[in-house]
């Protein structure tokens, strides 16, 4: 493979925008924070209120797995992979419990 060639496929393929990529790792951030400060909030409500609180568990922790899952695919870690199935599992069961108390 000679010089130009590399110089052409590097051309032909999508370049990445540095300064979207760094706003979106951003903004991604920043809607963690807010959904864990929401989250806290409404566990705090339904535990004043006796109110039961699987159906936010079930949501945080899907949250969680999808975003390890994303992690997994891209980094290949061990514990991204673990965390990504035990989240998914648990968002899974609490949504199932949340389902059998509500029906």
């Known amino acids: 493979m000679d010089r130009d060639e590399i110089l052409n496929r590097n ?9 979207k990529e760094f706003i979106e790792n951003k903004s991604s951030k920043s809607g963690a924070w807010g959904l864990s400060i929401f989250f806290v909030l409404l566990v705090l409500y339904n535990f004043f209120k006796g109110l039961q609180i699987y159906d936010l568990l079930a949501i945080f922790w899907g949250y969680l797995g999808v975003n390890y899952i994303s992690q997994y695919r891209i980094l290949k870690t061990k514990s991204a992979l673990l965390t990504a199935v035990c989240g998914m599992i648990a968002a899974v069961g609490f949504l199932l419990v949340y389902i059998f108390q509500t029906w």
């Open 11 to 19: 051309k032909a393929g999508k370049p990445k925008d540095e300064g």
